[in-house]
């Protein structure tokens, strides 16, 4: 009977850490970003800088055409390339890595922030692949 009672209480605290983690990045990504469907990131996109936080690999292998890669690795390092005054659409797989930038370019004052509410990999859209020989 104990190991059953201990079983339900890692199933259950497993449980909680996966709720809790999903309502963080929940919370976050509304109070960084406006969350947006693929059709409204079309639109908006040939006005704004396109960002993919994806690595480089990840990057190469696929990307939305007119992205440019910003791994979340290096973008604290590399925030003082993007601009203030344009709107900024970010995207990943999942929206997490996305989540977390926008969060970091909210704290250094950005406001025009925006995530693709699919990821890529539901884009359908245009994309670019790096060419392999």
């Known amino acids: 009977m104990g190991f059953l009672v ?11 850490f996966f709720g809790l983690n999903w309502l963080f990045y929940y919370y976050m ?13 079309k639109e908006g996109m040939r ?14 292998a696929g990307h939305i055409l007119g992205a440019r890669n910003i ?13 203030k005054d344009l709107p900024i659409y970010l995207y990943d797989n999942t929206k997490t890595l996305s989540v977390r930038a926008a969060n970091k370019l909210r704290k250094q004052g950005y406001t025009n ?8 990999s539901d884009w359908s859209g245009k994309t670019k ?3 392999v020989f």
């Open 6 to 16: 201990w079983l339900n209480v890692i199933l259950a605290s497993i449980l909680l």
């Open 29 to 41: 990504g509304k109070k960084s970003a406006t969350i947006i469907t693929e059709e409204e990131f």
């Open 47 to 60: 006005r704004a800088q396109v960002i993919d936080v994806r690595e480089k690999n990840e990057f190469d």
């Open 71 to 83: 791994p979340y690795t290096t973008f604290a390092q590399s925030v003082g390339g993007i601009r």
């Open 113 to 120: 922030i925006y995530i693709l509410k699919t990821g890529y």
């Open 129 to 131: 692949q790096k060419k």
